[in-house]
């Protein structure tokens, strides 16, 4: 995550009680376990707590690959073929180095995805931390006295192979669109104003978001309450977005 967020990765660190946070790269740090000890916990509650998105496949192959790791068979020849099998079919597969290394190896056949229902409303609230965002749309426009139109767009973007989930986002929101914006990549929208100020901001009133995208979160819904009482409509109102917009997601500065 972004080192905005070290607070976040400590909760998730003191939370699981175990792993290590550590740089990665000029603004990101990472969470990590790899004791194979301390591995047990975090299987145990994904287990308990499943994934519903296409990442709950790597996580079924990761924990098949670990329970041959605890019995010892990675230290056998058929054992080790397995885990190299279950490693070209998990993320994005083999690496070139271990292809040339070992050109024959079939990759483990790929679980299905039994469910993609939102059982707990805190995982909406956790998963748009880590991958929705509230952004607001300033243009221009000939038809408004100040020249400007605001639209205040929450979305949640996602890899279309997880397209069912986005669509579940619709039925449980009661409101938005999924939209394709690449050959590989599509988001959940809602722009609608009365579902944002009806339906988006009251849920996460409810079901607070954790980390930094909370405080962009709190900007989205000062604009939405301006706009409620049509200041967006008037110059100072639209002062007021612009400087609230100019501090929100990567333009943020704590």
Not at 222 to 235: S, Y
Not at 238 to 251: V, Y
Request: proline content about 5%; aromatic content about 10%.
């Amino acid at each position: 995550m972004h080192e905005k967020d070290m607070d976040l990765l400590i909760k998730l660190q003191n939370f699981f009680g175990v792993g290590t946070i550590t740089k990665h790269g000029p603004t990101a740090i990472q969470y990590k376990v790899t004791s194979i000890k301390d591995m047990l916990v975090i299987i145990t509650h994904c287990t308990k707590f499943p994934l519903i998105t296409h990442k709950s496949i790597d996580f079924l192959l990761f924990k098949n690959a670990y329970e041959l790791v605890m019995a010892k068979l990675h230290l056998t020849g058929a054992g080790f073929k397995k885990i190299l099998s279950i490693r070209a079919s998990l993320n994005l597969g083999l690496t070139d180095k271990l292809k040339l290394a070992f050109p024959n190896v079939v990759p483990a056949t790929i679980p299905t995805i039994e469910n993609c229902n939102i059982q707990n409303p805190n995982w909406l609230s956790g998963f748009t931390s880590g991958d929705g965002c509230f952004n607001i749309i300033v243009t221009k426009s000939p038809h408004t006295k100040t020249g400007y139109r605001v639209v205040l767009r929450f979305q949640i973007t996602q890899h279309n192979r997880d397209i069912p989930l986005l669509n579940s986002f619709i039925t449980y929101l009661e409101c938005g669109r999924v939209e394709s914006f690449s050959p590989s990549a599509s988001n959940f929208v809602v722009t609608k104003f009365s579902d944002i100020t009806d339906k988006i901001i009251p849920f996460f009133e409810k079901f607070p978001i954790q980390g930094i995208k909370s405080l962009d979160y709190i900007s989205f819904k000062q604009i939405a309450m301006l706009m409620k009482e049509n200041q967006h409509l008037t110059p100072e109102g639209l002062e007021k977005i612009k400087l609230i917009k100019s501090n929100m997601n990567q333009s943020r500065k704590l």
